[in-house]
Nanobody
Framework: VQLQASGGGLVQAGGSLRLSCAAS????????MGWFRQTPGKEREKVAV????????VYADSLKDRFTISRGDAKNTVYLQMNNLKSEDTAVYYC??????????????????WGQGTLVTVSS
């Protein structure tokens, strides 16, 4: 399974961005999908994840009021709507997928597939 993330870019503080991710390859199955982010020198952290059906979501506590994860109509697509962006949101954002039977509470290392990352830069 290959994941292609897009939508990153430069935005001013207070602005919004929408990230997209689409899976290709072995996509007969539907996967749990999620967004993670990483800044230099720090571990990759979970931003938000969504179940294969879209019925359950889990957010990082500090982000749930500003970020919204959703699944697209196409199988194994996921979006991250980011509002009221802050300079501390600057990071490389990664899309990930995991087999549907797995918990949404996986550690970062337990996710099965990763995209290449898209850079989000928030200027203050």
């Amino acid at each position: 399974v290959q994941l292609q993330a897009s939508g990153g870019g430069l935005v001013q503080a207070g602005g919004s961005l929408r990230l997209s991710c689409a899976a290709s390859g072995r996509t007969n199955s539907v996967y749990n999908m999620g967004w993670f982010r990483q800044t230099p020198g720090k571990e990759r952290e979970k931003v938000a994840v969504v179940s294969s059906t879209g019925g359950r979501t889990v957010y990082a506590d500090s982000l749930k009021d500003r970020f919204t994860i959703s699944r697209g109509d196409a199988k194994n697509t996921v979006y991250l709507q980011m509002n009221n962006l802050k300079s501390e949101d600057t990071a490389v954002y990664y899309c990930a997928a995991a087999r549907a039977w797995k918990s949404l509470l996986l550690t970062t290392a337990e996710w099965d597939y990763w995209g290449q990352g898209t850079l989000v830069t928030v200027s203050s």
